[in-house]
């Protein structure tokens, strides 16, 4: 079974402080994916990654980073936590050359900047 | 830029009652449409669609594509309690785009005893 892990369930931070995500995948997938699910906004897209130190900008990257130096583990940054940015956090990951591009994603990570 | 859109957004039944959930899509170079659902939890995949007209069955879900009119439908029959989730619909555009996903908004199904 593909199983991807964040490194937290719920997540409490101040506005201004930096915020790592983690997240990592055990099934040495080439492509990994940050959405951020909002009410009534579904899931969007911030960075998705295809290949180690490499990222591509998704539908919403403004505000944060991401890092991608090792396979199975790719990292969202929020560089200074803003309140809009209060949100759930999904990872998810998908092998490189399928028919399919069947995304695995994991349990995910609420955080709520105050 | 590629536009998935669900409806209804929200729905209440009853168990036992059917279920039909709507997902129009506009993606560029469209490869396949996907078909999530997701509990107090990570989305977990039902269907891939490619080719219009045929029907993916799983127990009491389906689905079918139609990719003149550029939707999909997921239908549940004999709905249950353990129905209630979000449904999350995806379109997949094919090129170099490595398997980018564009999600709708999700429809919320709540099935009352």
């Known amino acids: 079974d593909v199983k991807v892990t964040q490194s937290s369930r719920y997540l409490v931070k101040r506005t201004g402080e930096k915020v790592f995500l983690e997240c990592v995948q055990d099934?040495?997938?080439?492509?990994m994916f940050w959405y951020r699910q909002d009410p009534g906004l579904g899931l969007r897209l911030i960075y998705f990654s295809y290949d180690v130190k490499m990222k591509e900008k998704g539908d919403i990257p403004e505000g944060y980073s991401v890092s991608r130096e090792k396979k199975e583990r790719f990292s969202l940054i929020l560089e200074s936590a803003s309140t809009n940015q209060t949100s759930m956090y999904l990872c998810?990951?998908?092998?490189?050359?399928?028919?399919?591009?069947?995304?695995?994603f994991g349990p995910g990570t609420r955080l709520t900047v105050t | 830029e590629d536009k998935v859109v669900q409806s209804p957004l929200s729905l209440v039944v009853h168990e036992g009652d059917t279920v039909t959930l709507n997902c129009s899509y506009e993606?560029?170079?469209?490869?396949?449409l996907l078909w999530y659902k997701q509990e107090k939890k990570a989305p977990t995949f039902l269907f891939m669609l490619t080719s219009s007209g045929i029907e993916k069955k799983s127990g009491r879900l389906s689905s079918i594509l139609d990719k003149k009119e550029l939707f999909s439908i997921l239908n549940i029959t004999a709905t249950q309690t353990g129905d209630s989730a979000i449904y999350l619909c995806a379109g997949n555009a094919g090129g170099t785009s490595y398997g980018k996903l564009t999600f709708g908004q999700g429809t919320i199904l709540t099935v009352h005893p």
């Open positions: 998810a990951s998908s092998p490189g050359f399928s028919n399919h591009y069947e995304q695995y």
């Open positions: 993606v560029t170079n469209f490869r396949s």
């Open positions: 099934m040495d997938h080439e492509n």
